[in-house]
């Protein structure tokens, strides 16, 4: 049987609706952890982290209605905050974010993947796909770090299922080639 | 491609033990709601009905003097009528 909306969550949900700000809350309370660590594949900065986690729950809040409730309400706000870190990510300059991931990755990477802390892998990792445009990174991090396949990286992108396959088939020959740039891995 | 990629899966896969860092939000979430509310529509709906049955009210009471109009022309046709033979 499909998963579907709990009945505590349609319970808040409906107030929210009406307008009962402490139902939104505490539904806010209860998210709030798995969308940060949704979040904070998209920056490595706490200030920004919360900044985007607050954007996440009130975009959420504002399209609200247009929640059918045929999922978890979880699997919504994943694919609310997905939208919120690719803008925040367009928003970035990526000249800047090229110069600042090229030192941390080749400082991280000089060691094998397994010797670093989850936090040292990753902080690499996040520096070597911010040397990639929105796009490829977005699809790169959904598929390696989040482990979607093909169909949720649709459904959470909102990019058709064939648009998906052929970005992540370009990504991954970036990233191939930046990892030779790099040194990191060589043929 | 896969040989070249397996860093990137082993990266993966020690990243996703990694514990972020805790946020609560709730508190303030429901405060920027509060100041972003979008300005409710019933006051402007209410101005524009009250308006459309003040209009309705003065078209009504107006438009039997509207009979009561006459040509500015007609006096001066009526004299040139008595006046040519």
């Known amino acids: ?187 | 491609m896969k040989g070249s990629l397996k860093v990137v899966e082993d990266l993966s896969a020690r990243a996703r033990h990694e514990e972020p860092p805790t946020v609560d939000v709730s508190s303030r979430v429901v405060l920027r709601l509060r100041r972003e509310a979008p300005t409710p529509a019933w006051p402007m709906a209410l101005f524009a009905s009250s308006a459309a049955v003040a209009a309705a009210v003065i078209l009504s009471v107006s438009l039997p003097f509207f009979d009561m109009l006459t040509d500015p022309w007609s006096a001066f046709f009526v004299i040139a009528a008595n006046v040519l033979p």
């Open chain 1, 1 to 187: 049987m499909a998963e579907t909306v709990s009945e505590t969550d349609h319970r808040d949900i409906a107030a929210s609706l009406d307008g009962d700000g402490e139902a939104y809350g505490r539904l806010v309370c209860r998210y709030q952890d798995q969308v940060a660590t949704q979040m904070w594949r998209f920056t490595r900065d706490r200030a920004v982290l919360e900044e985007l986690v607050q954007d996440v729950f009130v975009e959420a809040y504002l399209s609200l209605k247009g929640f059918r409730g045929r999922a978890p309400f979880l699997h919504w706000l994943r694919r609310v905050a997905t939208r919120v870190g690719y803008r925040y990510w367009k928003s970035q300059g990526r000249k800047r974010a090229r110069e600042e991931a090229l030192m941390e990755t080749s400082t991280n990477l000089a060691v094998a993947p397994e010797a670093l802390s989850p936090f040292e892998a990753a902080q690499a990792l996040h520096g070597l796909l911010a040397k990639l445009p929105p796009p490829d990174r977005l699809v790169l991090a959904l598929f390696y770090v989040e482990e979607c396949d093909t169909n949720e990286i649709a459904q959470r992108t909102g990019w058709s299922r064939t648009l998906v396959k052929v970005r992540l088939h370009r990504a991954r020959k970036k990233l191939k080639a930046l990892l030779n740039e790099t040194g990191i891995w060589r043929e």
